[in-house]
């Protein structure tokens, strides 16, 4: 039996993979990894976007999800970010 979750998840990752895309950036799905990233996006020079994606259905889990979130950084200034983003209402809302 498949896991509603998982699909669900799945489907908001490619919504925002095609998101990205249409912005010009290559986009990798890290599907199955259970890692902190889902997606990561690259585009020329910019920094490599590594991105949690998150769904919820109310405007105050955007809050908490959005307000619990802390970067993972490890003190170097690697060439990348970490962003959560959270999809509510027919729209994403983002940490950065």
Not at 6 to 21: C, D, I, M, T, V
Request: glycine share 10%; net charge positive.
């Amino acid at each position: 039996m498949p896991n509603r979750n998982y699909e669900r998840g799945r489907a908001y990752e490619y919504k925002a993979k095609k998101h990205l895309e249409e912005q010009g950036y290559t986009v990798v799905r890290t599907a199955g990894s259970h890692g902190p990233w889902d997606l990561i996006a690259i585009k020329g020079e910019e920094k490599v976007r590594c991105i949690q994606i998150k769904r919820t259905k109310s405007p105050n889990g955007v809050k908490q999800l959005l307000g619990k979130f802390i970067p993972i950084s490890n003190g170097y200034s690697y060439p990348y970010v970490h962003e959560m983003w959270v999809w509510y209402d027919g729209r994403w809302y983002f940490s950065v």
